[in-house]
Every structure is written in structure tokens, then in C-alpha cells.
């Protein structure tokens, strides 16, 4: 707070804001936890000190990180807010998604790993509450550098020397998080509050944030393929399709790093994140309905009123490849690439929520969802949706 007081009796640079002393008396006591004191100062910058017609990168970031900071002092807590999403940059621009989703990826990794590595070695005191044991953490360290190391591959940083699964790690955290700007590394650091102390939460929300950042780059392909289809670019949308289908497929050991969060742990810190539920991930639902336009009564349930852009965007007409793929004027050869292409990613996706059910089973049982909603039979109804109108295949159970 003596930051924070001196930053505001001082010239308030959006650039020179004491960013690592908020963050850090946030990590200290969880967001649920912070003094009401310190919020009431947030409020006052931001209240006097954040000009909302500037449109300057510093004010636009301080801005965003109050609104972040600022949920629960405000009552609209959410999960774009628990996951700090306005704060990092998610891929969004078709010229450059594919680079921006890998390099974003492995940065949140990254960070995670660096977590584990300096709470293992007694390196911090965040989030000291229920710490897992070396085995545990052993594990972390192997699943974490598998999921990334598509990514990194891709980014030409795929290089290690070390054969012990801690050194890996923080090798590849190394290589990773050095090549960070300034910009990015305050950005990633904003992004992560927890709203109590215990340890797991911390990989619960990387993992989350990776997720957030794959479907964000999923609805940029699926947007530019629809695009591409009713233009009679049938091959290139089917080139989109399969490299989209590569995207969920790299992503799916995200999953066996979300598994490793402690049961106990996640229930303990779930208790403090009552509003904020993956329901409202925007990103999922910007690629269910590219890929097939909601019935009626899906548009009308929770799910799309939770994401009340993303239900105004299919009600004023959005196309999707469902749409283009039966309207489009393509030939016959085009017609079976393409459609074997979406058959291949939606067998991905379907499997996808396959997991994420399992997993959520595993975590939460028959617990109601938070964010008000049903959680598991939620996920129990809607995991069978079809992702295309022509495709009603099976759901393909997850190997043991």
C-alpha cells in the first residue's frame, strides 16, 4: 500500500504503477482475502487516475488490470476475470495466430513449471497452503514439458541437455521465459491472482489460460475457413481444418497436468470462486458455434446467455462451416476433403469434452458448478453435441 500511496501523491506514469507490489499483496493473502483497504485505493486510481477516453497501451493496460483486481470490490466477478484473460494477449489476428498461440502457450507453461521449481526448492512463500509432494511435483515436471513441446518445437526452442526431469524443466523455462519482453513478462505476472493460497490453484489457472489461449486460435482458423469455403477455397479451409485438428490434438496433454491437481486442493479454493465458471469461456463458444449454428434451445440455455456477445454475434446471422460446407458450389473431390477434414476435427473435439468430463468427475464429482451452474451433468448433457449437422458418430472413450 506505501507503493501504491506514493504512486498516487506522485506524477501517476501508467508505465511506472507498482504492478509487482499489488500483484504480490494480492498472492499473499488470495484475491477473496485482500484488504478492503488496498481495494479501496485501486478504486481511487481508478476512479482519478486512469483517463478512459486515453487510449495510450500503459492506460489501457492499467485499466484492464484494475478491472481485473477490481471483480469482486465491484460484484461482477466472472471467469474472464478469475483468468485475468484482458491481460494477456490471446491470439487473434489470422496473420500471426498460429506463432502467437505457440509462443503464449509455452509461456504459461513455462511460468507454471517456474512455480513448481521455486516452491520445491523453498525459492518463494507463495501460496504456501497444501504443497504437493516430490512425486507429485516429479510428475509435473514430465507432463508439463510434454505439453509443451509441440510448441516449442514449432518455435525452433525444443533444446535441453538434461535428463532429470526437474533440470528439463528448468532448462526449458530458461529458454523460454528469457526471450520475453518486458511488456510480456508484466503481463504474464498481472495475470495470475488466485483468490486463496493454496499451491495448486496456481497450475489450475495456467492450464485454464492455455486452454483459453488454443480455443482462442481454434476460432480464428475456424472463422478464416468459413471465410475460405463460401469463397470455393475448399482447400484451404480443409488445410485450416487439419491444422486446427493438430491444435486440440497438441493440447490434449494440458489435460494429464490438469489431473495432477489435488482433488482436495481444487475444493478447497473452489469455495472462493463462486461466479466464475468455464460456462463463460467466450473462446469455446465462438468455435461450437462456427463450427455448427445452436439450436434454438441452446441459445437459450445458460450456456450462451453466459456470453451474451458471442449469442448477439449468431443471432445477427455469423456464418459457420456447417452453413458454407452444404451451400458452398464445391465439387465432388472438394466436398469429400472437406468434409473428411471436418469429420477428423470433430471426432477432436468431441473427445476433448470427453476428457475435460473425466476430469471434471474427478475434481468436483456431483458438486454443483460454480458460476451457478449444474457442473458434471452440465458437462454429462451437452458432451455428445454434434459438432457438425452431418456428423453423429459415437463418442470415442479416452484410453486408460
Known sequence: MRELASWLSGDRRPDAFPYDAVVAEFRRTGKHFVAKDL???????RRTAVPPARAQAADCFLRDFLDVTLDKFDGRYDYQTYLALSLIRLPDDPATVRRRHDE??????????R???AAASGATESLPRQRPGLKLVTKRYRLGVRAFAPALG??????????????????LC??????????????LDASMLPVDQVHDEYLFIRVLQGYETTFAALAVELGQAVAEVTAGQADAAAERLAYARRLLDGAAPMFSLMATVQPESFRTFRVYTEGASAIQSRSYKRVESLCRSPEADRLDSMAY?????????????????DEA????????SQRALLGRRMTEFGAALLQWRQTHYRIAVRMLGTRPGT?????TPYLAAVRDLPVFAQQHEPRQEEPT
Open 174 to 187: 530458461d529458454v523460454v521465459l528469457s526471450a520475453q519482453g518486458a511488456t510480456e513478462r508484466r503481463a
Open 154 to 171: 514449432r518455435l525452433g526452442l525444443l533444446t535441453t541437455t538434461a535428463t532429470d526431469p526437474a533440470a528439463t524443466a528448468a532448462q
Open 325 to 332: 460446407y452444404r451451400s458452398a458450389g464445391l465439387s465432388g
Open 39 to 45: 481495494l479501496v485505493q485501486l478504486d481511487q486510481v
Open 371 to 375: 458460476g451457478y451452474t449444474e457442473g
Open 104 to 113: 503464449l502457450t509455452v509461456q504459461l507453461i513455462a511460468d507454471a513449471l
Open 115 to 117: 512455480f513448481e521449481l
Open 305 to 321: 446467455r453466459s456470453v451474451p456477445e458471442i449469442r448477439d454475434t449468431v443471432v445477427a446471422g455469423q456464418p459457420s462451416l
